[in-house]
């Protein structure tokens, strides 16, 4: 009998830049892509992920491999050259031993629930997408007819600044 790879999953994110911050997250009021949220609740943790998947707030490379979002952060300047000492680095490992090392890590994604979170996302991001916000988006309709996009966006993001972490935890100038 032999031993079948699982369906492909999400690949988690394994670096970031150090500079400049990069945000790391979605709009406020909007949910995550239904591949990502249930992975990112696995490999950040419960609290993490309902606090930025709550708030809708950006995190910066250092937080999000506090939160274990990422494996490490790189100076942009040498994200390239790390990625590739990386890649040098795996391309030693037999190929039959790479397969079956992502079949087990993927196979234990699976016994956390991983299969069943991301087609129940599924489901509930259609309902998302169908569902009529109303009263409680108006004014953002509001803004974007009258003033574009930009005005949509200030309308949107505004109430939240500053964030904690990103490129939006300073007021504007």
């Known amino acids: 009998m032999a031993l079948l790879p699982p369906p492909p999953l999400p690949p988690p994110p394994s670096a970031g830049s150090s ?6 997250s979605t709009a406020p009021a909007r949910p995550a892509p239904a591949a990502l949220a249930p992975l990112f609740a696995i490999l950040c943790g419960w609290k993490n992920a309902h606090r930025y998947a709550l708030t809708g707030d950006h995190f910066d490379a ?21 990625a590739r000492e990386l890649a040098l680095r795996l391309a030693k490992v037999p190929a039959e031993s790479v397969r079956l090392n992502k079949a087990i890590t993927t196979y234990g994604l699976e016994a956390m629930g991983l299969r069943s979170a991301l087609n129940m996302n599924g489901v509930i991001s259609a309902i ?15 803004a974007q007819a009258e003033g574009g996009f930009g005005a ?17 935890s300073q007021p504007r100038g």
């Open 62 to 82: 250092a937080e999000a491999l506090r939160i274990g979002a990422i494996n490490e952060v790189v100076p942009h300047d040498h994200l390239m050259e790390r």
């Open 128 to 142: 998302v997408e169908a569902e009529n916000d109303g009263p409680d988006t108006e004014h953002l309709d509001k």
């Open 19 to 24: 500079s400049p911050p990069q945000p790391i």
């Open 152 to 168: 949509f966006l200030k309308a949107r993001d505004d109430p939240f600044r500053p964030e904690p972490f990103g490129p939006r």
